[in-house]
């Protein structure tokens, strides 16, 4: 089992950058694929990219390509987000989640089922 916590959000002015983290309690995380998901008010919880264990395979959603970057640091046992030119569409509370995967080279699950281990999630507000 494996714990996570987000951190990195807050309020922003659209066109700025902004990294969140996502930090593993267990020094396993090398065993996990990760994702970003993203939910806004009144909305379903929506993929936003997701990257293999080994870190070689990446995924992201449409409406991020280009503009967000998902990696991680296995040593370090934590995984970011870096969320470039912010727009105000892209408010919502970002959730870190992990999925325990035997490949270490497979390509990451991208539904919110697929994932075993979430974080609490961390706010992000983008201005206009």
């Known amino acids: 089992q494996v714990q996570l916590v987000e951190s990195g959000g807050g309020l922003v002015q659209a066109g700025v950058s902004l990294r969140l983290s996502c930090a593993a309690s267990?020094?396993?995380?090398?065993?996990?694929?990760l994702g970003w998901f993203r939910q806004a008010p009144g909305k379903e919880r929506e993929f936003v990219a997701a990257i293999s264990r080994s870190g070689t395979s990446t995924l992201y959603a449409d409406s991020v390509k280009g503009r967000f970057t998902i990696s991680r640091d296995n040593a370090a046992n934590t995984g970011y987000l870096q969320m470039n030119s912010l727009k105000p569409e892209d408010r919502a509370v970002y959730y870190c989640?992990?999925?325990?995967?035997?490949?270490?080279?497979?390509?990451?699950?991208?539904?919110?089922?697929?994932?075993?281990?979430w974080g609490q999630g961390t706010q992000v507000t983008v201005s206009s």
């Open positions: 267990r020094r396993t995380l090398s065993r996990y694929a």
């Open positions: 989640a992990a999925r325990l995967l035997g490949d270490y080279n497979q390509v990451p699950p991208q539904r919110p089922s697929d994932f075993n281990y």
